[in-house]
């Protein structure tokens, strides 16, 4: 049985990526407005009655703009920490609330998700591992910097959403005020495409298949920049760029006999250091 995904949206303008299976699918974040989800997932012809949970990264509105309404109107469970709801000031049932920690991985029917925290400049930030019948998609944005979770988790993964966020001339040139670019270089904002790239090509395992390069900037990055400079390290691997303003095609992610992802030993992130 193989995996599919499909992003919805992708950028700072809101995210929301779709993994699912024959039977039963899971959302991570709703960073766009309930009407504009289903409007997507209509347009991709993927049923909503499949959805079951969705699963929240962090409290920054392009992830959580649309979780409220969506998860009240669709009667969807949310998995959230508690801090984020807080820091997010998110309103759920209680019925529908839930929590989750990081190496405690969570069961949806046959899909299993696990979280990991990453360096991010949010309250209590999580990437997540999607996996069913050993197939394993991550979804790993807004990334501060390359750390020993993210590397452990991507070197599992058949197929990835992996944060290619802004390239570093066109940030250091262009018109942002210092104290944002700080913000993004600072370790706790964004990925770079070259940091993107060296996680790729360091750490990408020999049965990968898709890598979704996700998160764009629009003022410092450009979708032509980074497609060609992953295309030319790509080999069997297929890249996309998720857009920030359309959803994508849905892609069927197969596996084989790697296995379910294993417990960390660690939970706490901590940079790698590369060379660029």
Known sequence: MSLQVASLNSGSNGNCYYVGNEKEAILVDAGLSCREIEKRLNRLELDMAKIKAIFISHEHTDHIK?????????????????????????????????????????????????????????????????????????????????????????????????????????????????????????GKGHLSNAQALEVFRQHRPSFMTHLFLSHLSSNNNRPELVQEMFDAHAGEVKMVIASRYNESEIYYIKGNDYPLPVKPKKSTPSQLQFSF
């Open 66 to 186: 649309g979780v409220e309404l969506l998860s009240s109107k669709h009667r969807l469970p949310v998995y959230i920490t508690d801090a984020t709801r807080r820091h997010g000031r998110i309103k759920l049932d209680k019925q529908l609330s839930r929590t989750f920690a990081g190496n405690a991985p969570i069961d949806i029917g046959s899909i299993r998700v696990s979280a990991f925290s990453k360096l991010h400049d949010a309250a209590d930030p999580y990437s997540f591992l999607v996996s069913c019948n050993n197939v394993n998609v991550g979804v790993f944005t807004d990334i501060g910097a390359p750390c020993s979770n993210l590397v452990q988790h991507f070197s599992q993964c058949h197929a990835a959403f992996l944060e290619s966020n802004y390239d570093e001339f066109m940030l250091q040139h262009g018109g942002y005020p210092f104290h944002l670019k700080k913000r993004i270089t600072g």
